[in-house]
């Protein structure tokens, strides 16, 4: 019997940094989940048997995926993402292993954006101003991301 719960791959790219990348795992365990449901990949980026192993057992909720060769962010994302479309995944998650999660409303906020890409809230100073990033849509004919950046008090 096929659920109904939407299936979400969270991808992470592990480089000689498994403390961060299991916090980053763990940093999950806080949110409401009832409808979802989390698939974890981890890609350990340049890693060895032994470090692939050692991860799977600290993150026994992952699907570890080794790649002895150190090829990025975006090559270790790509080897987990095809994967994860192979496993029928309705979205994708990238995080970098040393950030966390720290609303509980994160999947609802997260679910709920009419967007094709989004991100979580980053800001940062440009020419003394706090300039803030958040979501965006993709023209898939042209090939082109138009990002959002309202005043965050208009997010969800």
């Known amino acids: 019997m096929k659920s109904n719960k939407k299936k979400i791959a969270i991808v992470i790219v592990n480089y000689h940094n498994s403390d961060e990348t299991v916090d980053c795992v763990h940093s999950f365990d806080q949110l409401k989940k009832d409808d979802l449901l989390l698939q974890f990949y981890v890609v350990d980026n340049g890693g060895t048997?032994?470090?692939?192993?050692?991860?799977?057992?600290?993150?026994?909720?992952?699907?570890?995926i080794n790649s002895s060769k150190n090829i990025g962010f975006a090559g270790g994302s790509n080897l987990a993402i095809r994967q994860a479309l192979k496993e029928k995944t309705d979205y994708l998650l990238l995080m970098n292993p040393d950030t966390k999660v720290e609303t509980k409303d994160f999947w609802p906020k997260m679910l709920r954006l009419d967007a094709d890409i989004t991100s979580p809230l980053i800001q940062y100073l440009e020419n003394h101003q706090l300039t803030y990033d958040y979501g965006g849509q993709v023209d898939y004919f042209r090939s082109e991301q138009?990002?959002?950046?309202?005043?965050p008090s208009n997010y969800p």
């Open 49 to 64: 048997p032994k470090s692939t192993v050692n991860l799977a057992k600290k993150l026994p909720q992952a699907k570890i």
């Open 146 to 151: 138009t990002l959002h950046c309202p005043h």
